[in-house]
């Protein structure tokens, strides 16, 4: 009984180190991030911070398509098959030099759409992000494969690191938005660089794609991206409508809000990134309990650290940020709300992704974008940016509720899904 305890022990310990590991890697990266916004917002304006997040809408809808996303059917598959990893690897780093490009193309129309022509230059300079990553995508996927998260860790925390460093010396330099640029472009260099060393592989790529790798890979990845293009609709549609409606100012007192409010969800990726390589290893039998503790710990941990930070908000907005950024604290309080039910959505998503499901996690989500719009633009119309802050909250809500009953209504964990 005693060697059994013992080696249930060391198993428990070897699943939790992962996420200490990403979880300590997300708090060092978000102390970076913190303390460079909390530069910026002394150096820029909260305008700048608005312009970026017109940017943003740019790069990350580009970023829907990035190799790291094609790479990921290899944490699910795995990397004995030479002929799929190859394929992969060519497909991902193709990937890369058209995101690039499009990422240029875009520029004039988007910055027509704000009537902003200073966004030309630096939406199409952020095309050097998906430049500087090419080729990761894969050595990433490795390390989530044999779950080498404290490799990972350490990448992104470099990463984060020369952001902060790079963005602080151009903003000090007068640079202004294109201090965004400059940081976005050195994290994903250093970040990239890390990855690559550290997994120590030596890809196989060709342009010459087998055709079995890509109709193996085809639906996996085409289920992710729609999934997550469907996200990006339903929850980049409120920066749109604001930045469009009510200027960039309002968009920058948002964006800033946003990120506030969205904090507890990212370090949920992070250990949703060893969720997803854990249930992908685990037999389907085992998969519901796993994901059961999953949610029951997210409720229990989540709901008082939301609560904490709405009540901490006006204080640290005006002790931090300073009192231009006032008008943000009423919108991190309700967005607060939307975090916590994004979390709720993550977890499941990141469940169906695991199990190969990713076509059924795209369906739901696309079922909610004629939706998103028109609730934020009803609440632009009826409270301004405070209004949109509400639908977002409100309709995340109700969509996370949904979701989940969709799938307990369904079969999530299905014998075919090994």
């Known amino acids: 009984m005693r060697d059994v305890a013992e080696a249930n022990a060391s198993d428990a310990l070897q699943r939790l180190n992962p996420a200490v590991w990403m979880?300590?890697?997300?708090?060092?990266?978000?102390?970076?991030?913190?303390?460079?916004q909390i530069v910026l917002a002394r150096l820029l304006a909260p305008a700048d911070f608005g312009l970026w997040a017109m940017v943003l809408l740019v790069t990350s809808f580009t970023a829907l398509f990035k190799e790291q996303v094609t790479a990921q059917v290899l944490v699910q598959r795995g990397f004995d098959d030479r002929r799929l990893v190859e394929g992969v690897h060519g497909l991902a780093l193709a990937a890369s030099g058209v995101l690039a490009l499009a990422q240029v193309a875009l520029a004039l129309p988007v910055a027509h759409f704000f009537e902003r022509p200073e966004l030309m230059a630096p939406i199409a300079a952020c095309g050097a992000i998906f430049l500087a990553q090419a080729g990761a995508g894969c050595h990433d996927a490795w390390l989530q494969r044999h779950l080498r998260f404290r490799a990972l860790a350490l990448a992104e925390v470099a990463g984060a690191l020369a952001r902060t460093l790079a963005a602080c010396l151009?903003?000090?330099?007068?640079?202004?938005?294109?201090?965004?640029?400059?940081?976005?472009?050195?994290l994903c260099a250093v970040d990239a660089a890390c990855k690559r060393r550290t997994s120590g592989l030596v890809l196989p790529w060709s342009l010459r794609f087998d055709r079995r790798a890509l109709a193996e890979t085809g639906r996996f990845v085409g289920g992710l991206t729609g999934a997550n293009l469907a996200v990006q609709l339903n929850t980049g549609a409120d920066n749109l409508v604001v930045g469009r409606l009510l200027g960039a100012e309002a968009l920058g007192h948002y964006s800033v809000a946003y990120s506030l409010a969205m904090l507890p969800v990212l370090a949920l990726h992070q250990i949703n990134r060893v969720q997803f390589a854990t249930l992908a290893r685990l037999p389907p039998a085992e998969r519901p309990a796993t994901l059961t503790r999953a949610l029951g710990h997210y409720a229990v941990i989540a709901a008082p650290l939301h609560i904490l930070a709405a009540f901490a908000a006006p204080t640290l907005v005006a002790l931090v940020y300073g009192d231009a950024w006032l008008p943000a604290v009423p919108l991190v309080q309700i967005l607060l709300a939307l975090s916590f039910a994004r979390g709720f959505m993550a977890i499941l998503g990141t469940a169906l992704n695991a199990m190969h499901r990713t076509l059924d996690n795209a369906i739901f989500n696309w079922a909610l974008v004629p939706f998103a719009l028109p609730a934020y633009l009803i609440g632009a119309h009826l409270g301004g940016v405070t209004g949109?802050?509400?639908?977002?909250?409100?309709?995340?809500?109700?969509?996370?509720?949904?979701?989940?009953w969709l799938?307990?209504?369904s079969d999530p964990y299905p014998e075919k899904c090994s």
Not at 26 to 32: R, S
Not at 389 to 404: E, G, N, P, R, Y
């Open 23 to 36: 979880v300590a890697g997300f708090a060092a990266g978000k102390g970076l991030q913190f303390a460079l």
């Open 170 to 186: 151009a903003a000090l330099a007068g640079a202004g938005l294109w201090a965004f640029v400059v940081g976005e472009v050195a």
């Open 388 to 404: 949109v802050a509400w639908a977002a909250a409100i309709a995340m809500a109700l969509a996370a509720v949904a979701f989940a």
């Open 407 to 409: 799938l307990l209504r």
